[in-house]
C-alpha cells in the first residue's frame, strides 16, 4: 500500500498577503508541507499544496478553514494514496498525481464573496 497524501488546491485573490495566510494556517499547527506550488493568473493566484501524514478528517477541518479566508476564493482537498512519492510534484491543476486512487475529496466555494473582484477594464475607486 502507499503512502496517504493530501492535496490542497486554492485559488485566492492576487494579494500580497494570501500566501502567507495560506500557509500560515499549516505552520499553527506545525505542518510542513511536502510541497507548494503558486501561480499567479491576472488578478487570482493559485495554490497547489501537498500534504502527507494527515487523517482525512484533519483535512476536512483544514479545507473549511481555509474557506473562511477572507483573500480565499475557492479550496479543494483531495486524498490520495501515492504509490511512488518520489514522482509526485506539485503540479498545474490540470494535472493529476500519480495514485492508485481517490479516497475523498473536500470542497469549499466562497459563492458570495465580500470582496468581489473588479470587472475587466474597470479601474478600482478610492
Do not use: Y
Request: charge should be neutral; hydrophobic fraction near 45%; include cysteine.
Amino acid at each position: 500500500m502507499g503512502e496517504a497524501r493530501q492535496i490542497f488546491r486554492i485559488v485566492a485573490i492576487a494579494d500580497p498577503q494570501a500566501l502567507p495566510r495560506v500557509v500560515g494556517l499549516f505552520a499553527q499547527r506545525s505542518l510542513v508541507p511536502a510541497s507548494i506550488r503558486a501561480q499567479r493568473n491576472g488578478q487570482l493566484v493559485h495554490i497547489d499544496l501537498m500534504l502527507d501524514g494527515i487523517d482525512p478528517a484533519t483535512a476536512a477541518i483544514l479545507t473549511a478553514k481555509l474557506g473562511e479566508g477572507m483573500l480565499i476564493a475557492d479550496v479543494s482537498c483531495h486524498s490520495v494514496v501515492v504509490t511512488d512519492p518520489a514522482a509526485v510534484t506539485a503540479a498545474p491543476t490540470t494535472a493529476a498525481p500519480r495514485s492508485s486512487g481517490v479516497e475523498g475529496e473536500w470542497r469549499t466555494r466562497r459563492d458570495s464573496n465580500p470582496w468581489p473582484l473588479p470587472s475587466e477594464g474597470s479601474a478600482l475607486s478610492s
